[in-house]
């Protein structure tokens, strides 16, 4: 091998430490120092030095992006309590031992696919599978708002468009973390864009890349806190459905590799490691990619007409580490030669090793039988879509790259996939105890004053600015909407969405069901307490619209700052640790999920993380669509529940936020108690008992009752003595209102329904609390404190709709 | 029987020709989604369907402007066979941006002109937007109408809308006043009870809230809304329906396969 115009040696075997660490940094490697010696050691077996194109794919294969290093890497783990007593344990790998170990010892048999392809499939019916996967697109989205999460988004769509042979795309999720829209533009950092502008950019780039893919975006959810700042959120996840016979790929040596769709160009370049390093003022834009979801969409017009002609043996998707990352994947048990120079490009001038890591866009790669190479070329010829044989698959393990007859790389596929040192980083985690917070004691004008703000806070607040420019409805599947009402002009937060799939599968009767849980404001006190009450949230909100949760499956994705600072990588595994606990003790497996860790940003030299999120994500199957509930109210007379015990619970809640409250006891969940109530739910659902359903969460039973009279414009009349609440820590009435105890649900029931109700009900905690009026007032009473709330329907919905209205 | 043939026209992003398809299959119709480079290839092809569709989507990303790149190659290309099936007096339908694309071709208003006279431009609001709306058909042109795709509607009906340039504007008022008298302007917006709407029921800014049009033989039928979404009574927000299960979008395409059966 030898330094060519195109290709250059990089010599690394006379080097320090130090000097393999700067070459490391200096070229966006994001290889630590053991990593590079362990490529050093490879080089010096085969005497001789690296070319660039070598250093650069170890580099992306290593990447924590692709490989996931910290969670499957050895973790010293010890938590320490407040009087000292410390827990250790070591994990060999977070990931095995915690979330896919729930899945495997739940060994579901629907689960069809779990943790090994692009996106994780359930069971729909006898002949289909649902695939589901949410990604996250950070890094990209903080510098290039509009780009970044258009290409998010347009990512994890060709990861619907790579599991198995290719799943048809049904519905999109988003879910953003921004910094306040409202922060004063001197308080922005230098180099970094206002959180508005990122928030702004961020809704219109998924908007225009999910709208032109004809893929409607049915759920998400939105989180502002000043901590995401320079480092916003992006979560886009893609659910699809796939043939049960096409969830195989299998790639045999000798099968051709093609690529098809987007040319290659030299944007993305880096940014699977890129996405390892904080973001500061000297962040690279041309790390981001550019999308054009029309070439996606003809990919994936044309790609699922070749799969049902059986045409190839196995897909994936160009994401993270482009042509270097797709080829190394399905190449890894063959191997595999490939002519760099024969990758159709956007414009001349790419050095190999940027044709080969290169992020560009609506790629997707194909292994091909050499007896189907006229006709799948055919098929993407018809409706123009650039597709180019570039190598073949081999059988001698070996990864050999050619760029104008030079051999450019020539390396182990084992040396690529299994060289990677197993780091190990210690974590701790400083438990402290959770003090109730002094009685909060309002009168009945400050309750109400509260409930306004409450309803204004930009958490709890209307997305409809952002909903309704997302094409929701298009397919027509989309049976319960994000915004729902009970007429077409007044809309509320709807819990879940549900996607009947009539034109994929004709005739059905079944749904998917897409929620979600996240809060961060709880991880900012307790971990452990925020991924347990996202698991729940999720569980709830798919619950409220008739899920049951037998059939229910999550996704976890892991936004967290820099795991080698040990209590960022304590508060992580205490994370974990709650997703294993839910999991088993629900239920609920995991099938699929992610993580996106380095969330940091530097401003004048200092460094600041963000604060963690895990967004869980849950997708279940519900056996007829017909016997699902929207939250708004439906009659005057109907009878109003609240369902599950209401605590003494306010860290991290709006409440807290509102009054500045500094102490307060996180939510915690009651699994034993959750789940239960969330059978009998699914049974009093299913059999019409219930004619509205609201999950309870932030800003509680104020909150959901005001969201469910004001989606409807029906008055409720709320007897606040009558809510169950819990003896040990006794609640004040705006306690009771505001508690954001995890585990419950606002139910309506018609009068002659009421008895079977609380039959199916019995043995679980609830309480009959009012009824809706025939006025257009909301009004909560507690005769033994006398106190009276009472307002408008309209101006409380004024009060949601009017803070996010650009 | 015979049975009726729905060509839907694909292209390049076009993203509502399932639903389109599912809701002619709903009505016994047998549809075929073909490729314009098919049709190109082949355009004898286009005279053996009873019914041509112009689904909603993104046809080439609405670059230039929603719908004028596919208006201009379905023009180009198989102008001469698209005006003579529209003379012809089979049914045609162009739906959201498949009706930007009969509107930026010429094909409506006035099939025999061929021209475009109208457009649909940018809404008022300045965004894209997915809501559900009113649609409303006068008495006089409910009763004079030579709509074949509108028969036999409730006087108000609901329906998605989703899209960003559906701000109808005809090319000047001598135009206007001649589809007002021609009864070719099907549907307005409305509120509920048939008032004028004020946004967002009025989505986008029409002029005189027009939300669909057909020509004067009443063939030719484009409209913004989207009643492919709603030919079950689930998919409306409250679970409405007529007979307890059918949506009203439904009405619509079960007319044209309706007048082909029976023509």
């Keep these: 091998m030898k330094s060519t115009t195109n290709c250059k040696i990089i010599e690394i075997l006379n080097l320090s430490d130090e000097q393999l660490a700067e070459l490391s940094r200096k070229n966006v490697l994001s290889l630590s120092l053991a990593e590079m010696k362990a490529v050093l050691d490879y080089f010096k077996k085969l005497k001789r030095n690296p070319t660039d194109v070598e250093m650069e794919t170890i580099a992306q294969t290593w990447s924590e992006h692709c490989k996931h290093k910290t969670l499957t890497g050895i973790i010293e783990y010890t938590e320490e309590e407040e009087s000292g007593k410390k827990t250790k344990r070591t994990y060999n790998n977070l990931l095995k031992e915690t979330i896919f170990k729930a899945t495997v010892e739940l060994n579901k048999e629907w689960c069809l696919s779990v943790f090994e392809d692009n996106a994780g499939v359930i069971d729909f019916d006898s002949k289909n599978g649902v695939a589901f996967k949410v990604e996250t697109h950070n890094h990209p989205s903080a510098l290039e708002p509009y780009g970044g999460s258009a290409t998010g988004i347009g990512g994890v769509i060709r990861d619907i468009l790579g599991v198995g042979l290719g799943a048809k795309p049904l519905a999109n999720t988003d879910v953003f973390c921004f910094g306040d829209p409202n922060t004063k533009a001197s308080k922005v950092p230098e180099g970094m864009h206002h959180p508005k502008r990122i928030a702004k950019g961020v809704v219109s780039g998924v908007r225009d890349y999910g709208n032109r893919m004809g893929i409607p975006t049915v759920n998400g959810a939105v989180c502002f806190d000043e901590g995401y700042m320079a480092n916003p959120l992006v979560y886009c996840g893609t659910m699809g459905i796939i043939p049960k016979n096409k969830i195989e790929k299998k790639v045999n040596s000798g099968d051709l590799i093609l690529v098809a769709g987007g040319r290659t160009g030299r944007d993305g370049i880096h940014g699977a490691t890129f996405s390892s390093v904080e973001l500061d003022t000297e962040s690279d834009v041309s790390a981001v990619q550019i999308g054009n979801p029309i070439v996606e969409k003809k990919v994936l017009d044309t790609m699922l007409k070749a799969r049902d002609l059986n045409l190839y043996r196995a897909v994936t998707d160009c994401g993270a580490g482009g042509l270097s990352s797709a080829i190394g994947e399905l190449g890894e048990k063959t191997g595999a030669v490939v002519y760099l120079d024969k990758v159709p490009l956007k414009y001349d001038g790419l050095y190999p090793w940027e044709i080969w890591i290169s992020e560009a866009q609506e790629r997707m790669v194909f292994a091909v039988p050499p007896e189907n190479k006229k006709k799948i070329v055919e098929i993407f010829k018809k409706e123009n879509v650039e597709a180019v044989f570039v190598g073949e698959f081999t059988n001698d393990g070996k990864l050999i790259l050619v760029y104008n007859g030079d051999v450019v790389t020539s390396m182990d596929m084992s040396f690529l996939h299994g060289g990677i040192p197993k780091p190990t980083r210690p974590a701790v985690c400083k438990t402290k105890e959770e003090k109730v917070q002094k009685p909060v004691k309002m009168n009945s004008s400050e309750i109400l004053e509260v409930l306004k703000a409450s309803l204004a806070d930009l958490n709890v607040c209307s997305k409809e600015w952002i909903i309704r420019q997302y094409d929701h409805e298009v397919q027509g599947q989309t049976i319960i909407k994000p915004l729902q009402g009970n007429s077409i002009e007044v809309s509320g937060p709807g819990d879940a969405a549900v996607v009947l799939p009539y034109t994929v599968v004709k005739g059905t009767k079944k749904g998917v069901v897409l929620s979600n849980g996240l809060n961060p404001q709880y991880g900012k006190i307790n971990t452990y307490k925020m991924a347990a009450s996202a698991i729940e949230e999720s569980l709830r909100n798919a619950v409220a619209v008739g899920a049951d949760i037998e059939k229910i499956s999550v996704l976890d994705n892991f936004c967290w700052g820099d795991p080698n600072k040990p209590e960022i990588l304590g508060s992580l595994v205490r994370a974990a640790n709650a997703c294993y606990d839910m999991s088993k003790a629900f239920g609920v497996p995991f099938i699929s999920g992610k993580d996106s860790l380095n969330n940091e940003y530097s401003i004048g030299g200092k460094k600041y993380s963000i604060p963690p999120a895990l967004l869980i994500s849950a997708m279940g199957v519900i056996e007829n669509v017909a016997n699902t509930v929207t939250m708004p109210l439906k009659n005057k007379g109907n009878k109003i529940f609240v369902l599950g015990i209401t605590r003494n619970e306010f860290g991290g809640s709006v409440l807290a936020k509102i009054k500045n409250i500094k102490t307060g006891v996180v939510p915690d969940v009651y699994p034993e108690e959750s789940k239960v109530l969330m059978k009998k739910i699914y049974q009093a659902i299913n059999k019409n008992f219930v004619e509205s359903c609201h999950d309870c969460s932030e800003g509680g039973i104020a909150i959901a009752i005001s969201e469910m009279a004001f989606a409807s414009g029906k008055g409720v009349n709320i007897n606040i003595d009558a809510v169950e609440v819990e003896i040990k820590n006794p609640l004040t009435v705006a306690e009771i209102l505001f508690s954001e105890s995890n585990g419950r649900f606002i139910v309506e029931v018609k009068p002659e329904n009421e008895a079977t109700f609380m039959e199916i009900l019995n043995g679980s905690v609830f309480a009959e609390v009012g009824y809706v009026s025939d006025e257009t007032k909301i009004v909560f009473e507690s005769k033994k404190t006398k106190i009276m709330v009472q307002e408008q329907l309209e101006v409380l919905l004024n009060a949601w709709q009017n803070t996010i209205d650009w | ?263």
């Excluded at chain 2, 042109?141 to 028969?151: F, R």
């Excluded at chain 2, 679970?239 to 007319?255: P, S, V």
């Design chain 2, 1 to 263: 029987m015979k049975k009726i043939k729905v060509l839907i026209l694909r292209t390049a992003g076009t993203n509502c020709d399932y639903e389109t398809q599912a809701a002619f299959e709903l009505c016994g119709a047998v549809v075929d989604c073909v490729h314009i480079n098919t049709l190109i290839e082949r355009k004898d092809k286009i005279f053996e369907y009873d019914i041509l569709a112009f689904p909603g989507g993104f046809s080439y990303g609405d670059d230039i402007a929603s719908g004028k790149i596919l208006a201009n190659e379905v023009k180009n290309k198989l102008g001469d066979e698209v005006r003579e099936i529209a003379l012809s007096g089979k049914p045609i339908i162009g739906i959201c941006n498949g009706f930007q694309v009969l509107v930026k071709m010429g094909l409506l208003p006035d099939p025999k002109l061929f021209e475009q006279i109208s457009t649909l431009s940018y809404n008022d609001s300045d965004k894209f937007e997915c809501r559900w709306v009113y649609l409303k058909t006068e008495k006089k042109v409910k009763n004079e109408s030579s709509c074949i795709w509108t028969k036999n509607l409730p006087d108000i009906i609901s329906l998605p809308i989703a899209h960003g340039e559906g701000k109808f504007i005809p090319g000047d008022k001598k135009l206007l006043d001649i589809l007002n008298k021609n009864n070719q302007i099907v549907f307005r917006y409305s509120a509920k009870d048939g008032s004028d709407p004020g946004y967002p029921l009025a989505p986008n800014g029409s002029v005189e809230q027009i939300a669909g049009i057909c020509n004067t033989k009443g063939n030719v039928f484009g409209l913004m809304p989207h009643p492919e979404r709603y030919v079950f009574a689930l998919q409306h927000p409250a679970k409405e329906g007529f007979d307890g299960k059918y949506g009203c979008g439904r009405i619509i395409f079960q007319n044209a396969v309706n007048f082909v059966k029976w023509s």
